[in-house]
């Protein structure tokens, strides 16, 4: 009879060591607790936990993404705008994360939708359009030095889409536009002044060097008399009646 009882208590024994055998993975941590209070960390690898008696919460520590939904939100200049943003953070402190707020991951999320209203309140459309990263970097700010007691460190923020009402869509458009406009007409007219500044300096050269004009006049003739289609009409330059004015006034004296 001692004997079947003795056996009967290693087997109970072997059964509640294995059920207190506990896995921790490497990107885990568990929060260990005896009678309900705090006692430790529990690092990766097999651990102990007592049942009854102890207790634990695994705490996943790589870092997790958060979707942050769609939020109405009014800029600094009134206008309405529709922003959504994700979130990257991670467990810095187990112990902080499972004892001093409840559902971190949801909290988190909730101070992010919230904080992102704000910063958009404090910013000016335009802001809000080209300074993306410096908001961004604002919201990741506020929040991450919220989170902190919590045990939270914020990785990263990234504002994903600003959805503009239509009139303002229209409005963009438009400014758009004549800037695009404005910039042509400013290159045409640079443009044009380069090609009459190099023209100036062409006929300062061609009539500074004395049969400059002649040879030029010539080499534009040969060029359109090479295509047999062209029609060339010549056009004797005013120094050559001047000069044969000047040579039949000499043979008529």
Do not use: C
Request: charge should be negative; hydrophobic fraction near 45%.
């Amino acid at each position: 009879m001692f004997e079947i009882l003795f056996f009967w208590l290693i087997i109970t024994a072997l059964f509640i060591l294995l059920a207190s055998i506990k896995q921790i993975n490497e990107y885990e941590r568990g929060v260990k607790f005896q009678y309900g209070k705090y006692t430790s960390i529990m690092e990766p690898g097999w651990r102990i936990v007592w049942p009854v008696v102890q207790s634990y919460q695994k705490v996943d520590i790589r870092v997790k993404a958060v979707d942050v939904p769609d939020q109405d939100a009014i800029t600094k200049d009134n206008v309405s705008v529709n922003v959504n943003a994700v979130l990257y953070y991670k467990v810095a402190n187990a112990e902080s994360a499972i004892i001093k707020v409840e559902y971190f991951d949801y909290a988190v999320s909730q101070l992010a939708q919230t904080t992102m209203r704000d910063v958009v309140g404090e910013v000016t459309l335009d802001e809000l359009l080209s300074k993306r990263d410096t908001i961004s970097q604002r919201i990741q700010e506020i929040v991450d030095k919220a989170t902190d007691p919590w045990g939270i460190k914020i990785v990263s923020v990234d504002l994903k889409h600003i959805e503009l009402p239509e009139n303002m869509k229209r409005t963009i458009a438009k400014q758009a536009e004549a800037e695009r406009e404005k910039r042509a007409v400013i290159i045409k007219a640079e443009g044009e002044v380069a090609a009459a500044d190099n023209m100036a300096k062409a006929a300062g050269i061609l009539a500074s060097s004395s049969g400059a004009l002649h040879l030029r006049t010539l080499q534009s003739i040969n060029d359109l008399s090479s295509d047999q289609s062209n029609t060339v009409i010549f056009a004797v330059p005013l120094e050559i009646l001047r000069a044969f004015e000047s040579v039949s006034g000499k043979s008529n004296k």
